[in-house]
């Protein structure tokens, strides 16, 4: 199975940036497409920004112009640049990757979604 490994959070000022990482592991796979995920304190998990393997971009409304979404498929790694962070950006951060997996060799890839442990941005106001 497909493995994520997230790092790159932590405390910051307000106005200020931080860089996420993650990286896919772990068999013979594919990716389709990698994005991040947040979720806030008491609220449902949202899409921050996400990026096909040709490099298609999708952002929510509430980061474009300060979030930039990155991939690197050679490396199976993407990025989550953050500027200009608010309080209102403090939230746990999940990678996911749309993946496919050889799961028995000699049959078809098979679709395969997999999510990070997720990492703690938390910004300081």
């Known amino acids: 199975q497909v493995q994520l490994v997230e790092s790159g959070g932590g405390l910051v000022q307000a106005g200020g940036s931080q860089r996420l990482s993650c990286r896919a592991s772990g068999g013979a796979f594919s990716i389709n497409a990698m994005g991040w995920y947040r979720q806030a304190p008491g609220k449902q998990r949202e899409l921050v920004a996400t990026?096909?393997?040709?490099?298609?971009?999708n952002y929510a409304d509430s980061v474009k112009g300060r979030f930039a979404i990155s991939i690197d498929i050679a490396k199976d790694t993407v990025w989550l640049q953050m500027n200009s962070l608010k309080s209102e950006d403090t939230a746990v951060y999940y990678c996911?990757?749309?993946?496919?997996?050889?799961?028995?060799?000699?049959?078809?890839?098979?679709?395969?979604?997999?999510w990070g442990q997720g990492t703690l941005v938390t910004v300081a106001s």
């Open positions: 990026i096909t393997s040709g490099g298609n971009t």
């Open positions: 996911n990757a749309a993946t496919l997996v050889l799961r028995v060799p000699g049959q078809p890839y098979s679709p395969f979604d997999a």
